[in-house]
């Protein structure tokens, strides 16, 4: 139905498929009949709960084009192309080590080491650490850039310990 | 480099290009223009963190990565590139194609957004050879977004109240600062402070008494000296007397001190923060604004009465003991001295436990308070839901955290003086070994050695007092800090020096290719012209988030604009009174705010002087006054959080009746969007008529007779003007976004009459 240049297509069993077109947008394409997609974009409805669940396609107005309710089951070559996707608008450094944390004016500073390198980001609220099951800890700092511990408990007794002074 | 990366922790916001890659970038983007733009691609598509500049010469956009000198690379801009952002979650991309193909894509963080977003605005400039969006002709110097706020000393970010950096700022001299402000009450300062002084050097007396009494009187058993017995006795009484007189001066003088000195800091404060812009208060939540000026003002007496006499006294009383000490034996002096700095370390570490305990336990204490403040007003969603056990469950699993924590911090310092009293109790048994074959010998009296064990206790208290100073210091360091970055916060919409005259404002709103942002990242207006003639009436329609409260701030000058300006009369706004202006603007808001006192008092809010009978007049007009006057206490009845409720409808009039009142030149109308009943409703309409004759109105518009009663509409979608003219070409205009909006709000509205 698409006369684009196709680098890739695929359809789930129900026919909806994504495709990545040369200028680097993604078309998609519908069941069955309606028109193609251009410029279309990808989210996630549970980034922390349910990251592989219900993954939302989007036109270029943000409208909600179809949901993927389970993105393991999905035909392969349209999680690969959704997974490429969602791993390049997203970045979520994983803290391995914790330097330094000073909390002297109300803003605290975090000097860590991640698995994207060493960075220093700064966090304002007590919101802006936010515990989630599985001893999980993700930081939001105050610019909106996400940081995560994937499991406290395996993190070294020093960094643990600046962390739990933190929490609650 | 303008920012070196801090130890090689990545910590840069990228607002500065470093000269080599300026150099580099112009050097390699032909005829040696400057840069227009540029930004940091601070991230590479496999998620490291890296250094790439992107620096736009003339068309051409210069890739550098100052690692590598071999690595420019130049791409350049012409009509067949497109260049586009791509939003993601934590990682977005820049992404250049030519001639529908994807060309590269550069990745950034959070941190360099606005630099990209406006990287990708010149970007687009250079392909469509429109002017570069920075110098259009009506804007100022470059507004620096309030939200730009990182130190450019230390680099790092500074806390939401601060304007100047207080890492940066030396603790010590905040402090002084603070102190400086005691220096109208030097005097009773002084007198407080010597007060404070003998108080501790008279601790020291009792035990000297109790020395010679043992030496003099009691251990020689002689009768004879009985006489000395009772002057001793009698020094003591003084003693007593003394301690009583210097505490009542100490505590008078310096609680009084820190409390004028607390309320010339909160008045301060509090006029300043009248004169601070909406921005200043949309970016602080209301609580901290008040804590600020009450808790934080209440903490500095606190510090200046207590705290700051008590490091005073501590030292007085520690050098005090030593001196009496080494006066009377040396070597006992010394022996007796050897457990003392084991004790201050303990001391020390207990401390610093008992910090991590506070914070702990506070944190969880606010955790446990969080849970009340969210049930308790919410108890008739907890009650439809039947949910009060979960709520009682959790308020029960919060409250036993901090059981379970407060049990720790009790164990940590109730083990804290035990092991004290064990130290000294166990030196003592060693100066006994020591001292007590001396006594014996005569070398030194047993009076001695009772006044050192009584002296030695006197050591503990003050080195736990001074192990609490850095503590003590740093609080009051920090509320003072918040203090002050109010009174310092720079006005950023004030009243120019030389301001044109506007005593009586015609009322012509001219707006030459507005722009506003509140973050400098998202516009929320793009390029708005328009002119309102005076005495014309303007309704704003346009779907939510499309920006018209925006617009109707702007012309009240709440913020002021990012690029273009505002002309009422023909003249900048930024050029009159501000005074003089917004007193000829009034507001009629969509949640009017009533502040609590009279009804007469609300209605003659900004018009103290207004008399009885044009309040009566206003409240006519408005369609309050039958209603007013059916209230018990009529026009006394008290409003407000603690006064009578009134309806919405009533709400409304109320403000209403102010604003014809106020008389205002310009009138801001943000008309409720919740409904009621067709009665009020035609009251409210009425009200509104009487309200707009004769003035320019902008009303952001929702009911349908208010639309019709506009002269002109404005139809406003992201940001931008997309239709200016009369309800009846607007509704003609079949494509046009009004006529879709009519359709789809008289549809709705079929549906739910009844």
């Given amino acids: 139905m698409s006369t684009t240049t196709e680098l890739s297509e695929t359809r789930d069993p129900r026919g909806a498929a994504l495709q990545r077109e040369l200028d680097g947008t993604l078309t998609f394409l519908p069941a069955k009949g309606s028109e193609a997609s251009r410029d279309c974009s990808i989210l996630r409805s549970f980034p922390w709960s349910m990251p592989y669940q219900y993954i939302s396609i989007r036109d270029k107005d943000g409208a909600e084009l179809h949901l993927i309710p389970d993105l393991a089951s999905a035909p392969d070559t349209l999680r690969e192309i959704v997974e490429s996707e969602l791993s390049t608008q997203e970045l979520i450094p994983l803290i391995r080590k914790i330097h330094h944390v000073d909390d002297t004016f109300e803003v605290v500073v975090w000097r860590v080491d991640t698995d994207s390198g060493p960075v220093e980001f700064q966090t304002r609220h007590d919101e802006d650490i936010r515990s989630l099951d599985g001893n999980r800890i993700v930081f939001r700092d105050h610019q909106g850039m996400l940081f995560e511990i994937p499991n406290l408990d395996q993190l070294d007794p020093d960094s643990r310990l600046y962390v739990e002074e933190r929490l609650g | ?754």
Wanted: charged fraction near 20%; proline fraction near 4%.
């Fill in chain 2, 1 to 754: 480099m303008a920012n070196p990366p801090t130890d090689g922790f990545y910590s840069e916001q990228g607002f500065e290009l470093p000269p080599d890659v300026k150099l580099l970038a112009r050097n390699s983007g032909g005829n040696g223009d400057d840069p227009t733009a540029y930004a940091l691609s601070d991230v590479t598509a496999n998620d490291v963190f890296a250094r790439t500049w992107l620096v736009l010469v003339g068309s051409n956009l210069v890739v550098v990565d100052p690692g590598d000198a071999a690595g420019i690379r130049s791409l350049s801009l012409d009509v067949e590139s497109t260049v586009s952002i791509v939003e993601g979650r934590g990682k977005s991309r820049l992404r250049i194609a030519r001639q529908g193909k994807l060309e590269e894509e550069f990745h950034y963080t959070r941190r360099q957004a606005r630099r990209f977003s406006e990287l990708e605005q010149y970007c687009s400039a250079v392909i469509t050879g429109e002017p570069l969006p920075r110098f259009q002709s009506g804007s100022r110097e470059e507004v620096v977004p309030a939200d730009e706020r990182i130190c450019r000393k230390c680099n790092q970010l500074m806390p939401e109240w601060a304007d100047s950096c207080p890492r940066c700022l030396q603790k010590r001299k905040i402090i002084l600062r603070l102190v400086g402000y005691a220096k109208p009450y030097k005097t009773s300062a002084a007198i407080g402070m010597v007060a404070a002084s003998l108080l501790s050097l008279l601790m020291l007396v009792p035990p000297v008494l109790t020395k010679h009494l043992i030496d003099d009187v009691l251990a020689p058993l002689d009768f004879s000296r009985l006489g000395w017995m009772y002057a001793l006795l009698g020094m003591l009484a003084a003693v007593i007397l003394a301690r009583v007189v210097c505490t009542h001066f100490r505590l008078k003088y310096l609680a009084v001190v820190g409390e004028r000195i607390a309320h010339d800091l909160r008045t301060e404060a509090y006029g300043h923060l009248h004169k601070l812009s909406l921005s200043f208060f949309n970016k602080k939540p209301t609580g901290q604004l008040i804590s600020r000026i009450s808790h934080d003002t209440d903490r500095l007496w606190d510090f200046i009465a207590f705290g700051l006499i008590e490091i005073l006294m501590s030292l007085v009383t520690i050098i005090g003991v030593c001196v009496v000490m080494f006066w009377t034996a040396p070597t006992l002096a010394v022996l007796t001295l050897i457990p003392i700095p084991i004790g201050i370390i303990m001391t020390y570490y207990h401390t610093v436990r008992m910090r991590r305990f506070f914070h702990r336990i506070w944190r969880k204490w606010s955790r446990m308070t969080a849970t009340l403040s969210d049930a308790i007003p919410g108890v008739r969603v907890v009650k439809a839901f039947t949910q009060e056990d979960r709520e009682i469950s959790k308020f029960n699993s919060r409250s036993k955290d901090v059981l379970d924590e407060a049990v720790r911090l009790h164990h940590e310092w109730t083990g804290y003086w035990p092991k004290i009293t064990l130290l000294l109790q166990m030196g003592n048994l060693v100066i006994w070994a020591y001292a007590g074959p001396r006594i014996l010998q005569q070398e030194f009296t047993l009076g001695t050695f009772v006044m050192f064990s009584s002296l030695i206790w006197m050591f503990y208290g003050p080195v736990e007092q001074l192990g609490m100073m850095n503590r003590l210091l740093q609080r009051a360091a920090t509320s003072a800090q918040r203090v002050f970055e109010i009174i310092d916060t720079p006005l950023t919409i004030y009243t120019p020096t030389n301001p044109v005259a506007a005593p009586k404002i015609e009322g012509r709103i001219t707006f030459e290719s507005v722009s506003f942002s509140y973050d400098g990242v998202k516009p929320t207006l793009t390029d708005v012209s328009f002119d309102v003639k005076p005495g014309e009436m303007i309704g704003l329609v346009g779907p939510s988030g499309s920006g018209k409260t925006t617009l109707v701030n702007i012309i009240c000058r709440f913020y002021d604009v990012s690029r273009g300006r505002i002309l009422i009369d023909g003249v900048d706004v930024r050029d009159l009174d501000l005074h003089e202006m917004r007193s000829q603007v009034g507001m009629v808001l969509q949640e009017p705010y009533l502040f609590s006192g009279t009804i007469l008092a609300n209605i003659s809010y900004g018009n103290d002087k207004a008399d009885t009978d044009d309040i009566i007049r206003a409240a006519k007009a408005a369609h309050a006054h039958d209603f007013v006057v059916g209230f018990p206490d009529g026009y006394d009845t008290m409003v407000g959080e603690r006064g009578q409720t009134l309806s919405g409808g009533e709400r409304q009039r109320i403000s209403i009746a102010r604003a014809i009142l106020n008389n205002p030149r310009i009138l801001i109308l943000d008309e409720a969007t919740s409904s009621v009943d067709t009665e009020t409703e035609m009251k409210i309409q009425e009200a509104i008529r009487h309200l707009v004759k004769g003035r320019t109105t902008v009303a952001i518009a929702h009911r349908l007779s208010t639309l019709q009663a506009a002269d002109r509409l404005m139809v406003l979608e992201k940001g931008k003007l997309v239709q200016l003219d009369t309800y009846d070409e607007l509704i003609n205009d079949k494509d046009g976004l009004y006529a879709r909006l009519h359709k789809t709000q008289t549809e709705l509205q079929s549906i739910f009459a009844v």
